[in-house]
Nanobody
Framework: QLQLAESGGGLVQPGGSLRLSCAAS????????IGWFRQAPGKEREGISC????????NYADSEPGRFTISRDNAKNTVYLQMNSLRPEDTAVYYC?????????????????????WGQGTQVTVSS
């Protein structure tokens, strides 16, 4: 059974960093583009970043370049999201998702409807 599991969330002070992990089980991530999304209370789920199956193509939503970095280790069947300089407005549940294909769809903010498989999410809270 195809499953994704996020980890690495938690409580962090403003200006701090977290690294989220997205581990796959039941299938290989080798041929799938992976995206990271987040959803804050009362808001729609929004795309953060996407990485192609090879890692050769990466996109970020306009608001994220420089603070967030996506990467993948296909040997570990895992995708990461490094988040630096965190702000209270980054507080949300963070999700990873897999496309059925190898490429991301857009060059900026991905839409959730383009992704077929989702993890359960990990809570990130930025607060002093």
């Amino acid at each position: 059974q195809l499953q994704l599991a996020e980890s690495g969330g938690g409580l962090v002070q403003p200006g701090g960093s977290l690294r989220l992990s997205c581990a796959a089980s039941g299938f290989t991530l080798d041929y799938k583009a992976i995206g990271w999304f987040r959803q804050a209370p009362g808001k729609e789920r929004e795309g953060i970043s996407c990485i192609s199956s090879s890692g050769g193509t990466i996109n970020y939503a306009d608001s994220e370049p420089g603070r967030f970095t996506i990467s993948r280790d296909n040997a570990k069947n895992t995708v990461y999201l490094q988040m630096n300089s965190l702000r209270p407005e980054d507080t949300a549940v963070y999700y990873c998702a897999a496309r059925t294909g190898a490429m991301c769809v857009t060059q900026r903010r991905e839409a959730a409807r383009h992704f077929a498989s989702w993890g359960q999410g990990t809570q990130v809270t930025v607060s002093s």
